[in-house]
């Protein structure tokens, strides 16, 4: 999941995007109108941020509307947390184990 | 309307561990890869710069902003060809306070990216004036854009 936000967000122009749906959701023409890349190539940013979990999709009709999801930077969130718990464990552990280890060895 | 551009991760835990056995967790490549990815290279001095492969395809990157011996370790962090979160562009802090038996050792991750992007790039000056005029309590009217998407 992580790899698909960071890939997503590597790109300026969905950066973009991410800032323009901010504050309301738009279509994904609405979008297009504002570069000058074509159609296809926004509606491909525009797949590759829903697929990240940073863009959410609203179907209405034939229209697609296009809006930020929160949750998904929430998720980047979380994975930098979980991260962090989990490596702080670990270190907890190795550097226990050197102090034994140091312990030990003074007493002998 | 106030803007917050970034978030903060703050983490505590006490280690049975001298602060001196635990700082070389932090500047020792061989000790630092027990507990964090798999792979690690590292320049252990200010300004110096580090690469941790987490995890096979996420690598974390930046440089050591503040070695402070037994106490304090400050490092920029960031992700190899992510630009939102680039090599360096937010900062973790380790703090080792000595406690009977062990270390408290705190962690703080400061300005990681939150779902309010700043936006530097060019073509988006006309949220600017928009973003002002509510800083400054005015309002700006709907928004020709958003009139535009929903009709």
């Known amino acids: ?108 | 309307m106030t803007q917050t551009n970034s978030d903060t991760i703050v983490k505590e835990i006490f280690i049975e561990a001298r602060p001196e056995t635990l700082f070389s967790f932090f500047t020792d490549a061989d000790k630092m890869v027990r507990w964090m990815g798999r792979q690690i290279l590292l320049e252990p001095k200010i300004g110096g710069k580090y690469r941790i492969d987490v995890n096979g395809s996420d690598i974390a990157m930046g440089e050591y902003v503040e070695i402070v011996p037994y106490e304090k370790i400050v490092m920029s962090w960031g992700w190899e060809k992510s630009k939102i979160v680039p090599p360096g562009s937010s900062k973790v802090e380790f703090r080792l306070i000595p406690k009977e038996n062990g270390t408290n050792l705190v962690l703080t991750h400061y300005d990681l990216p939150s779902s309010e992007i700043p936006s530097h790039q060019q073509g988006w000056s006309h949220y600017m004036p928009r973003i002002k005029d509510f800083a400054e309590g005015r309002d700006p009217g709907v928004d020709p854009w958003t009139e535009l998407a929903m009709h």
């Open chain 1, 1 to 108: 999941m992580i790899e698909k936000v960071l890939h997503a967000l590597a790109e300026p122009r969905r950066r973009d995007i991410l800032y323009l749906v901010r504050d309301g959701e738009l279509t994904s023409s609405a979008i297009a109108s504002h570069f000058e890349i074509s159609a296809p190539a926004v509606s491909q940013h525009l797949k590759v941020l829903e697929q990240s979990g940073l863009v959410v999709v609203r179907r209405d009709g034939t229209k697609r509307y296009y809006g930020i999801r929160r949750d998904g930077f929430a998720e980047l969130k979380q994975y930098i947390d979980r991260f962090w718990d989990d490596s702080l464990l670990r270190l907890k552990e190795a550097a226990e184990e050197e102090e034994r280890k140091k312990n030990d060895t003074n007493k002998q």
